[in-house]
């Protein structure tokens, strides 16, 4: 549970190079967790297939959000590798320590951005998901006027 | 075009570089002409005539025969001498000392996937080849008779489809070169059993008796697909023996490198055998502290001979287990005697003959390894008793002629299996064909009675058939005597010996001597009640006054000549086939397989050469079983005639000069037979029955059926259609994975 | 980037270009002409068949041998086929092709199972045409998907589209109940599907397929993304618990969709399973050991441990539940359902491998699943082709009773469904005896024989529902059949002639397995 609990922590400084003050990952984590336990529990709970519908896209919600908490953490990193890197060279420490700085500092940057990229993707598919699924209620509703999925029930056994 | 033909039937397009090549080539023909038959029969039955297709499918299994006849000779008789066959006595010679040469035939490899890799391929030895002929000859005589039995049946063309679909699956059993193909036979045959059963399906209960019977078969399908994955797993081939060379070497179809060919597990049983340190060892006493070098087989090099012996073990008591299913052995044998709903030929042919003697075969063809696992050969021959005894004993108190052949049959197979257990393979063979000819011929000539009676099949209604059917009455009388075990039918010699191996056995097995004697006094007394329920049918249904109705009685005639022939026929070899008994007993290792005087060590003595002490003591074996056994068949057949034929003269007034003796005793010996023999038999079978009806049929199968039903009915209660509940199922489903991948 | 390696890709693209000049002539058509538009999908989906089946041989002839499965554990050799396309979102090899084959066949056969002359529907418009062929395409990319990013939006594709196409049935009050059941679970657990990739991509940072191999030290995150991702896969291949959508979404949606569902889908996400186990989660360690004074390096899967147990109980479920459920069923199109659900359980077998095993094993043993996934493909289609062929005045037969006699009256499809049934039922020689056979032998052979008797044994009480359709056919008791229907079966010959296709491909899989088991 160690390397959890590490990856979870804020950087050293506190975030102050990367103006991380205040973004704490692990609360960010739960957030999306617990988001994503109430989608689950609506989508149980809930008898109207609009409200679950809603509820589908709370956790899709959710998914969202850890994406974007867990690349906003490598953007910080990234960003703690630059000043590093700035720092190294104001002292004058020798090339290879600084290309290896800058280095790290890309690699945390484009990781940082792959997740944000995905985000995006989760809207697109979350829209394209409501929207088949508001059409496909609406027909279901032209036939049989409701919208409760205790009467979804033709089919069984 | 052709090169990639070459490619993918390499042995088929090979040239022929020795005299064998071109047999080979004609191996495949066996299977293929009755499939060729079936082809026609199943898709141009609209536009033949009905004689044309039964003609179409009876010279469909002559031409079977004939090929099978040609290459079993080709096997048999070398090409040299036979081209050079004028000094006679050369070939004479050479009849008696060459060996059977086998016949391998590769068409190609059929499957080389996830590391597994089978074959189509034929083979024929004297095992194999031997079945072979004796399923086309007894084959072609019944589509012969079926002819004229299936004459008024408007389903004709289908029954010959059938039957010649039927053909081609036994025959591929039987030929194929590794379990895969014979496996594959197996569930064809089971299938056309399946059709042939259920042929009259407007009849709910014929349909109940295919599908039961194709469900038993299944679970000892089972037993037999558990059996070959262990012999993969042990030899990781199927292979009985190595693919001839020349195909090993052309095969390569793909690009990928296939792995070297692996030989087949016989071969491997062979090599064991050889490296014993002993050198003779036949009866699979591989001693535990001894390595058995496996080198070649895949991935593992050597086996300490425990674990191999434990994975042998393994494999036949599985392998076993299908062939009780095939074979109609306690336990499963329950769906035999239903089976019966078929067409009378199809229960000669499918239901006696051939195909429940599938599970002797198989049994008898992987000998080699049931003779590493004394225990479990052991079980085979408690399970043949048990089954034997128990089958005769039902089969005393049937009044349908069929059900009486039917349980006779189940009895005769477990006979098989005794000899097999008991390491005689060879007779257990012997008895498959005598067996073959013996018993088809009773089912062929009851289905002429059932013919000549209107479909009766009620025993209590008819009698004194003798004179109206004489052909039919003197074969099966000649059939009936050879089941009883008369002396010097081909019943005789078979059971007979079989029974002296047994008591040999008892005198000679160390660790299981005292079992032998048991299992050989119960099957003297199966013995007893084969010879008494069998001359109990000839007397209820030849004997007598006519039992029948006025309206069947006047309809009564013997059968035609297409029914007589085969009678006539079968009725001949029911008689003489018992003198090939020299071949299957002493001659050295005939069918490849040690004969039972190897297995005692007691060869007959060359000739000039003194008897060694074991060969003599086997003598006075042999000679004290003939006494009990002939007793036994005689007694049977004597209390039978006494009780039934006695009986049923003396009322009429004309009993006939032999029986007046008798018949003055008949009130003694009705009232013993009543108030002793027959209530306490009559007892003990119907509890037989009700057992096998209670236990069979109530609990097994209907148990197995509300077990299915109740956790099914509990099970769908799940299945609700509200969307709420199936997302739930979706979440502990999602939290159980959670748990516990995290916990690994 | 190397753009010739878009060659390989060149069958999605053919059916993704068909998909739009269907919609688009539809427009064009006259309504009663759009039985064209059917006609030129399953040209599409031919054309496709064709470029697969062409770089199929032209990288097998250029390399000297069929490409392999990628399962990453080893470096590509120099030289050979680097399956890996695009910077890694795609993985062309030969277990993909043989998937994405799978998805054009089960394709070709939804387009020809609409009746094109209906209009109580959206049947008959150009999109529904269109939206099969988007579906095909998204199987084909999740069939090659490699990385997380390619394989959600693979997999959205292909879901939305079966979501539209399951309701498309408007008359019909199943149709649209059977898609918003599929759409809110599917949803539901794409839902934990993508959880899972968060995880992961917080654990590595990355979203390739080999990310998971490399982040060793954080594993507890690792094995929870696997089992969120292994939740949303598993729900499209219908193992149990996820299985319960199967029966209610298979009956209610239009025969030919069912197909689709039945087998593109099931076949691509069997697919991903594959990429999961053996490439993404295929994590190595190597641990130092001194035997007898020798230095050996052990070579261990940390992660295989969970999921090996998971499948094997999974497996043992799945078939249990779909058989004895199957048997109960009365209604053909459902018990071929809990049938299908049964079948993914001997596919899961096919997924268990020994704990160490190597690219060689693995390779094995995928052969058996693809072996299986084409075998299973081929006959089920056949057998919804000629459940789609039996209507009766709109509404569709689908009971058992329906089936009464059947061989008397059209004995062609009769044949032809009896051979599906008994193949099903794992019966030589059909295709599905050695389907089967192969799976249990892969099982037994990496120390699961208990998992492949419990499969035997299910597999024996199988036979038992799909025989009463063949009885039914064939058996029938003379006096309960009442006065049949004139014709059962309406007559489409392009239909017609796949479902003679199938057939015969069911028998010739099962004669000669050897033509088509060794793909790769």
């Known amino acids: 549970m160690n390397a959890w609990l590490t990856l979870l922590e804020t950087p050293a400084d506190g975030g102050q190079l990367a103006g991380l003050v205040g973004f704490k990952l692990a609360s960010c984590i739960a957030l999306s967790c617990a988001i994503f336990a109430i989608g689950a529990w609506g989508v149980l709970a809930r008898r109207n297939i609009l409200l679950m519908l809603i509820s589908i896209e709370l956790m899709l919600n959710a998914v969202m959000l850890a994406f974007v908490s867990f690349a906003r953490m490598r953007a910080g990193v990234a960003a703690e590798y630059t000043a590093a890197a700035a720092k190294a060279l104001a002292e004058g420490a020798p090339a290879e320590a600084i290309a290896g700085l800058q280095a790290k500092s890309a690699i945390w940057t484009t990781s940082g951005a792959s997740g944000q990229i995905f985000g995006l993707f989760i809207i697109a598919v979350a829209a394209a998901e409501a929207a088949v699924g508001l059409a496909i209620v609406i027909s279901y509703y032209r036939h049989r006027a409701t919208v409760d999925t205790r009467d979804m029930t033709t089919m069984k056994f | ?185 197996w569930e064809g045959v089971g299938l056309c059993s399946y059709l042939l059963i259920g042929f009259w399906y407007t009849d709910g209960d014929k349909a109940a008796a295919g599908m ?56 491997y049983a062979a090599n064991i055998k050889r490296i014993d340190p002993n050198g003779n060892l036949t009866l699979g006493q591989v001693d535990a502290s001894q390595k058995l070098d496996l080198s070649g087989t895949v991935g593992k090099a050597v086996f300490p001979s425990w674990s191999f012996k434990l994975a042998i073990g393994l494999a036949c008591l599985l392998l076993f287990v299908g062939a009780m299913g095939k074979s109609a052995q306690l336990p499963l044998y329950a769906w035999l005697p239903d089976a019966m709903a078929g067409p009378t030929p199809v229960s000669a042919l499918i239901h006696a003959a051939t195909m429940v003697t599938a599970g002797v075969y198989m049994v008898a063809r992987l000998h080699a390894l049931f003779l590493f696992s004394p225990h479990v050969m052991m079980f085979v021959a408690f399970v043949g008793t048990a089954t034997a005894i128990f089958a005769a004993l039902i089969g005393l108190t049937q009044t349908d002629i069929k059900k009486v052949l039917a349980y006779s049959t189940v009895s005769q197979l477990g006979y098989m299996f005794l000899a097999a257990g008991a390491g005689a393979f060879s007779l257990a063979i012997f008895h498959v064909v005598t067996h073959a000819f013996f018993k088809a011929l009773l089912f062929l000539g009851a289905g002429s009675v059932i013919h000549g009676m209107s479909d009766e099949q009620d025993m209590r209604k008819m009698g004194g058939l003798r004179k109206h059917m004489p052909v039919t009455f003197v074969t099966m009388l000649i059939g009936s005597l050879a089941l009883a075990g008369f002396p010097f039918t081909a019943g005789w010699f078979s059971k007979d010996t079989i029974l002296a191996v047994v008591l040999a056995k008892s005198h000679d097995d160390p660790s299981f001597g005292s079992w032998w004697m048991a299992l050989y006094g119960l099957g003297l007394i199966a013995a007893f009640c084969t010879a008494f329920y069998t001359f109990r049918l000839v007397g209820m249904t030849f004997f007598g006054a006519c039992r029948a109705d006025e309206k069947t009685k006047a309809h009564i005639h013997e059968s035609p000549a297409v029914m007589t022939i085969p009678l006539i026929t079968l009725a001949a070899f029911a008689l003489l086939a018992g003198w090939m008994w020299h071949a299957f007993f002493s001659a050295p290792h005939f069918l490849g397989m040690p004969t039972p005087l190897d297995n005692f060590n007691m060869n007959p003595p060359e000739i000039g ?135 690994s | 980037m190397n753009w010739s390696q878009l060659n390989e890709l060149l069958p999605i693209g053919v059916v993704l270009t068909t998909s739009l000049v269907v919609v688009f002539l539809s427009l064009v058509l006259a309504p009663k002409d759009r039985y064209v538009l059917s006609l030129v999908g399953v040209a599409g989906c031919i054309l496709g068949l064709l470029a697969l089946g062409k770089n199929y041989h032209a990288l097998a002839a250029e390399y000297g041998q069929p490409p392999v499965f990628f399962n990453g554990l080893a470096r590509v050799a120099e030289g050979a086929y680097n399956p890996v396309l695009l910077g890694g979102a795609f993985v062309v090899d030969g277990f993909g092709m043989s998937i994405m084959a799978v998805a054009l066949l089960a394709g070709a056969l939804a387009l020809l199972c609409t009746t094109p002359h209906e209009d109580d529907s959206a049947l008959s418009t150009g999109e529904y045409f269109g939206l099969i062929l988007l579906a095909v395409a998204g199987m084909m990319l999740l069939a090659v998907a490699h990385d997380f990013l390619t394989l959600l939006i693979s ?131 190597e641990l130092p050991k001194v035997i007898n004074g020798h230095r050996f390096i052990e070579i261990v899967y940390p992660l295989r441990e969970g999921w090996l147990s998971l499948f094997a109980v999974l497996a043992i479920l799945t078939m249990a539940l779909g058989n004895l459920l199957a048997m109960h069923q009365n209604n053909v199109k459902r018990m071929l359902a809990y049938s299908g659900i049964a079948h993914s359980g001997y596919l899961l077998l096919a997924f268990l491998v020994t704990p160490k095993a190597g690219g060689a094993e693995i390779t094995q043993h995928l052969q058996a699943a693809s072996f299986y996934l084409l075998a299973y493909g081929v006959m089920t289609l056949g057998a919804f082709g000629v459940l789609s062929l039996m209507r009766e005045d709109g509404r569709p037969m689908e009971k058992m009773e329906d089936f009464t006699g059947l061989a008397k009256e059209h004995p062609a499809l009769a044949l032809c469904m009896a051979v599906f049934m008994l193949s099903l039922a794992g019966m030589p020689p059909f295709a599905g005896f050695f389907a089967k056979f192969l799976v249990f032998k892969s099982a037994v052979s990496s120390g699961y024989a208990w998992a492949a008797v419990l499969g035997i044994l299910t597999s024996v009480a199988s036979l038992y529902y799909y025989l009463r359709v063949v009885v039914r056919m064939y058996m029938a008791p003379a006096g309960a059949e009442g006065e049949p229907a004139p014709a059962r079966c309406r007559y489409a010959w392009t239909l017609n002639l796949l479902i003679y296709g199938t057939g015969a491909l069911t028998l010739l899989l099962g004669l000669l397995p050897q033509w088509l088991s060794r793909l790769y």
Not at chain 2, 226 to 254: C, H, K, N, R
Not at chain 2, 652 to 678: H, Q
Not at chain 3, 159 to 168: D, E, N, P
Not at chain 3, 192 to 205: E, H, K, R, V, W
Request: aromatic share 12%; glycine share 10%.
């Open chain 3, 155 to 285: 997999l959205e594709v292909m879901s939305v589209a079966t979501y539209i196409l399951a309701g498309s049935a408007r008359r019909d009050v199943r149709s649209g109940e059977s898609a918003l059941k599929y759409l809110v679970l599917g949803a539901f657990s794409t839902a934990f599907l993508m959880f899972g990739i968060a995880f992961l991509y917080g654990a590595t940072g990355s979203l390739a397929m080999q990310a998971p191999l490399v982040a060793g030290e954080h594993l507890p995150l690792v094995k929870a993304a696997l089992a969120l991702i292994l939740v949303g896969v598993l729900f499209k291949v219908g193992a149990v618990p996820f299985h319960s959508w199967v029966p209610d979404v298979y009956e209610g949606a239009p025969t030919g969709i069912t197909a689709l569902m039945a087998v593109g889908v099931k076949a691509a996400a069997f697919a991903v399973v594959a990429r999961l186990c053996f490439e993404a989660f295929n994590m190595v360690k």
């Open chain 2, 212 to 267: 039961k019977a194709f469900l038993f078969n299944r679970v000892g399908d089972l037993g037999f697909l558990l059996g070959i994955f262990t012999l993969i797993a042990v030899f990781g081939t199927v292979d009985y023996v190595a693919p001839p060379e020349a195909a090993q070497a052309s095969s390569a179809v793909m690009r990928v490198p296939a792995p070297p060919a692996p030989k087949g597990m016989l071969d």
């Open chain 2, 1 to 185: 075009m052709l090169d990639q033909l070459r490619d993918l039937f390499p042995g088929w397009l090979a040239r022929p570089d020795h005299y064998h090549t071109w047999y080979e080539q004609m191996l495949c023909l066996i299977p293929l002409l009755p499939l060729l038959g079936f082809l026609i029969n199943a898709f141009a039955r609209k536009t033949i005539s009905r004689g044309a297709s039964g003609a179409v499918a009876t010279l469909a299994a002559a031409m079977a025969f004939g090929v099978a006849l040609l290459c079993y000779m080709a096997c048999a008789i070398d090409s040299q001498v036979a081209t050079v066959g004028k000094y006679a006595g050369m070939v004479q010679e050479h009849l008696q000392s060459r060996p059977f040469q086998p016949m391998h035939a590769f068409y190609g490899t059929w499957l080389d996937v996830g590391g597994f890799r089978a074959n189509f391929g034929l083979y024929m030895d004297e095992l194999s080849g031997l079945m072979t002929l004796v399923v086309t000859g007894v084959g072609t005589l019944i589509h012969l008779y079926s002819t004229g039995y299936m004459g008024h049946d408007k389903s004709y063309a289908r029954y010959f489809a059938y039957l010649n679909l039927f053909l081609f699956a036994m025959l591929l059993l039987v030929l194929g070169d590794n379990l895969i193909l014979t496996f594959v036979g």
């Open chain 2, 609 to 743: 050469v003194e008897a060694t002490e074991a060969q003599e003591h086997w003598h006075h074996v042999h000679l004290v079983n003939l006494g009990w056994t002939s007793l036994a068949a005689l007694g049977g057949i004597a209390l039978a005639l006494v009780v039934y034929v006695a009986k049923g003269f003396v009322p009429k007034g004309e009993g006939g000069n032999v029986f007046t003796t008798l018949s003055r005793n008949k009130f003694y010996l009705e009232a013993f037979y009543d108030k002793i023999v027959s209530n306490a038999f009559i007892l003990f079978a119907e509890l037989m029955h009700v057992a096998d009806v209670l236990l069979i049929d109530t609990l097994l199968v209907r148990g197995v059926a509300v077990a299915t039903r109740w956790t099914g009915a509990a099970l769908r209660s799940l299945q609700s259609g509200l969307v709420n509940f199936y997302a739930g199922g979706v979440l502990v489903g999602a939290l159980v994975i959670l748990y516990l991948l995290l916990l």
